[in-house]
């Protein structure tokens, strides 16, 4: 009972995590979010929402946006008024028109004061998955109604909040608003003459404080379809000196402008925007050169199997005399041993079955994301899609695991189903528990929220759990139970040879199949780490098909090169290490992460570690399951079509 007695200590974790991040203000009355595509009126209110503050390059360390001493309330009438002319002077441009602006410019800034920031609005299950906290904010947008200038607040900062600010631009912060789902990035400050070496000098050093936001909002028609924020230089503040208490006059302006943008493309627009590190380019060269090395790898072994297989068929199946006097050798003198079932037949079973699982959620993933059914441009959707597919697709694992467990003469069913419904939610919980308590530890908003958490767990336990028992009664009640094996196997196993050459060896083998797949996936796997852990925005999803079906079939086929070349050094223990062989892409993946971390990325500290490797250790895992399966279904189907060929006694 060691999986029943892991499930129980499992719920405990999580619950213990889901009560410590339940806050305060866990029950309060949540807004109702921005429906994108909303249709405005002239005049009508338009929304700035705010959502995280964190370093840029620690795209998982984020907090919330009121952690910084930003504005939670709109100044008034009077003191904008009494703030707007002493910015007079740059807020006109012309003296002139003085008299004829002043007045439509007044009546824009009617200022109403009913926005009150740092209340929570209603997510999305992705977009609580990916740290997203959103919250209302002061600032008073009205549809076509652009503003040249108008005081949010005023205030004091004093040394704790000057302290806080300070680290934060030091820290390369950058903070995230949204209007609809369009969202907006920019810099809390920056650092002028700061030593690279000393950081900053006294005296030399400068940092600042940017106070002013220009929001540039695109239209089309009735509707928002570009947003952009930016922040202005002319307007900083010398926040160097932490001990001085510092005045500081928050403010904004508003510009509109038509856009022929469609509102169903408003999306394409960041892929090149300048905040985000250079576009992605659609690299045909590489996965040409990727398709180049599957064909001509595939090529090779298939026509060195026929030819090997061919003449290993014609010697063995040979009747002369001659032959009938020499001792079997090869692969065929162990065909009484290789239909022998493996060790720990459970384990064995629930692995298969959960691999073929994963593969099935992440084919229908890429094909949903391709097809447009999930959004790609949804902050949170393809987590949440996976959970979701996941949850769905135990079904299937669960069937296929039972069923050759079953073949297996396998007798305790209900154990099997047990641990092919925990073999991969098990390990990623242990990983989620450590992280969200680092996140916690750290104030971060990347620690998942009671309700996500409570959600994410109704969904396993309401679904994914029932949809499991369901996939092993099946496959008890109806599944075919015959391995049919085209040979009999004895009841004394043979004994392996152990003196062969180094190139022979397991860890040769495992080298080897990990390598030559990782290689076939490893330029556009750049790709997707810069969007994993970075800023980039991935859209190529035909193209990350269409690799990781490359990546299924090159593995296939280097796994049945090897399981043969194992069965002809007379090994028949080939189940498990082809399933490892098969699965040592994961590994390669998962070493690859550290090399992307330390040389290809600017991420640092222990939260945004402690992320990046439990997570990357979780996709790995996922990976080793989902091509061990592959290499497994391959190579039986391989084993059992050259032993049906051949007469064996």
């Known amino acids: 009972?060691?999986?029943?007695?892991?499930?129980?200590?499992?719920?405990?974790?999580?619950?213990?995590?889901?009560?410590?991040?339940?806050?305060?203000?866990?029950?309060?009355?949540?807004?109702?979010?921005?429906?994108?595509?909303?249709?405005?009126?002239?005049?009508?209110?338009?929304?700035?929402?705010?959502?995280?503050?964190?370093?840029?390059?620690?795209?998982?360390?984020?907090?919330?946006?009121?952690?910084?001493?930003?504005?939670?309330?709109?100044?008034?009438?009077?003191?904008?008024?009494?703030?707007?002319?002493?910015?007079?002077?740059?807020?006109?441009?012309?003296?002139?028109?003085?008299?004829?602006?002043?007045?439509?410019?007044?009546?824009?800034?009617?200022?109403?004061?009913?926005?009150?920031?740092?209340?929570?609005?209603?997510?999305?299950?992705?977009?609580?998955?990916?740290?997203?906290?959103?919250?209302?904010?002061?600032?008073?947008?009205?549809?076509?109604?652009?503003?040249?200038?108008?005081?949010?607040?005023?205030?004091?900062?004093?040394?704790?909040?000057?302290?806080?600010?300070?680290?934060?631009?030091?820290?390369?912060?950058?903070?995230?608003?949204?209007?609809?789902?369009?969202?907006?990035?920019?810099?809390?400050?920056?650092?002028?003459?700061?030593?690279?070496?000393?950081?900053?000098?006294?005296?030399?050093?400068?940092?600042?404080?940017?106070?002013?936001?220009?929001?540039?909002?695109?239209?089309?028609?009735?509707?928002?379809?570009?947003?952009?924020?930016?922040?202005?230089?002319?307007?900083?503040?010398?926040?160097?000196?932490?001990?001085?208490?510092?005045?500081?006059?928050?403010?904004?302006?508003?510009?509109?402008?038509?856009?022929?943008?469609?509102?169903?493309?408003?999306?394409?627009?960041?892929?090149?925007?300048?905040?985000?590190?250079?576009?992605?380019?659609?690299?045909?060269?590489?996965?040409?050169?990727?398709?180049?090395?599957?064909?001509?790898?595939?090529?090779?072994?298939?026509?060195?199997?026929?030819?090997?297989?061919?003449?290993?068929?014609?010697?063995?199946?040979?009747?002369?005399?001659?032959?009938m006097e020499e001792e079997e050798s090869g692969w065929k003198l162990i065909h009484g041993d290789v239909f022998r079932f493996p060790e720990f037949p459970t384990l064995f079973c629930a692995a298969v079955g959960t691999g073929v699982q994963l593969t099935i959620a992440t084919l229908l993933l890429l094909g949903l994301a391709l097809t447009g059914i999930i959004s790609t441009t949804r902050r949170g959707s393809i987590l949440a899609g996976m959970v979701v597919l996941y949850c769905l697709t135990t079904t299937v694992g669960a069937y296929i695991s039972t069923r050759l467990y079953f073949q297996m003469n396998g007798k305790n069913w209900v154990r099997c189903v047990l641990f092919t419904a925990g073999l991969f939610p098990v390990p990623t919980s242990f990983v989620f528990m450590w992280v969200n308590t680092v996140a916690l530890f750290h104030g971060s908003t990347s620690a998942l929220p009671f309700s996500t958490i409570f959600t994410i767990s109704a969904i396993f336990a309401l679904v994914a759990l029932p949809l499991t028992v369901l996939g092993g009664i099946v496959a008890k009640n109806y599944a075919n139970h015959d391995f049919n094996a085209p040979t009999r196997t004895t009841k004394v196993a043979r004994e392996i040879p152990t003196e062969l050459p180094w190139y022979r060896s397991r860890f040769v083998q495992m080298v080897i199949s990990g390598f030559l797949p990782f290689s076939a996936i490893y330029i556009e796997l750049h790709y997707i780490f810069a969007s994993m852990w970075g800023h980039q925005i991935y859209t190529l999803f035909g193209i990350l098909l269409f690799a990781f079906v490359l990546l299924l079939i090159v593995t296939s086929f280097i796994s049945v090169a090897l399981v043969y070349f194992q069965l002809a050094k007379e090994d028949h223990r080939w189940w498990w290490s082809t399933f490892v062989n098969a699965g040592m892409t994961g590994l390669f993946i998962y070493a690859y992460s550290f090399f992307y971390y330390f040389h290809r990325s600017g991420m640092s500290g222990m939260l945004q570690a402690s992320f990046y490797f439990g997570y990357m250790s979780i996709v790995s895992f996922g990976f080793f399951l989902m091509l061990g399966s592959c290499g497994f279904h391959f190579s039986l189907l391989f084993v059992k079509h050259i032993y049906s060929r051949v007469k064996c006694d």
């Open 1 to 323: 009972h060691t999986p029943m007695r892991a499930t129980s200590f499992l719920s405990l974790l999580l619950w213990s995590s889901a009560i410590s991040t339940a806050s305060a203000g866990l029950f309060k009355k949540k807004h109702r979010r921005q429906k994108a595509g909303t249709k405005y009126e002239q005049h009508g209110e338009v929304h700035v929402v705010v959502n995280k503050v964190g370093p840029f390059n620690n795209p998982t360390e984020t907090y919330r946006y009121y952690s910084l001493p930003f504005c939670r309330t709109h100044a008034d009438e009077s003191a904008h008024l009494a703030a707007y002319e002493e910015e007079r002077s740059i807020a006109l441009t012309t003296d002139e028109d003085e008299d004829t602006t002043s007045s439509s410019y007044l009546r824009k800034l009617e200022i109403k004061g009913n926005r009150i920031g740092a209340e929570r609005h209603k997510q999305r299950l992705g977009e609580s998955i990916v740290g997203d906290r959103r919250e209302t904010s002061p600032y008073e947008l009205s549809f076509q109604d652009d503003v040249e200038w108008r005081l949010l607040c005023k205030t004091t900062l004093d040394k704790a909040d000057l302290i806080k600010l300070k680290e934060a631009i030091h820290n390369n912060y950058f903070f995230e608003m949204f209007i609809e789902d369009l969202p907006m990035w920019g810099y809390v400050g920056d650092i002028e003459d700061e030593d690279e070496i000393l950081g900053e000098v006294e005296g030399q050093s400068h940092t600042y404080l940017f106070p002013h936001l220009h929001f540039r909002l695109g239209t089309n028609r009735n509707q928002i379809v570009s947003a952009t924020v930016s922040t202005e230089r002319d307007r900083r503040v010398d926040i160097t000196n932490v001990n001085k208490p510092t005045p500081v006059q928050f403010s904004y302006s508003v510009e509109f402008f038509e856009d022929d943008l469609p509102w169903k493309m408003r999306m394409t627009r960041y892929a090149d925007s300048r905040f985000l590190p250079g576009s992605f380019e659609i690299h045909w060269l590489s996965i040409i050169n990727s398709f180049v090395l599957v064909l001509l790898l595939t090529a090779f072994l298939t026509i060195i199997l026929m030819r090997v297989l061919k003449n290993d068929f014609s010697r063995y199946m040979e009747i002369d005399d001659s032959t």
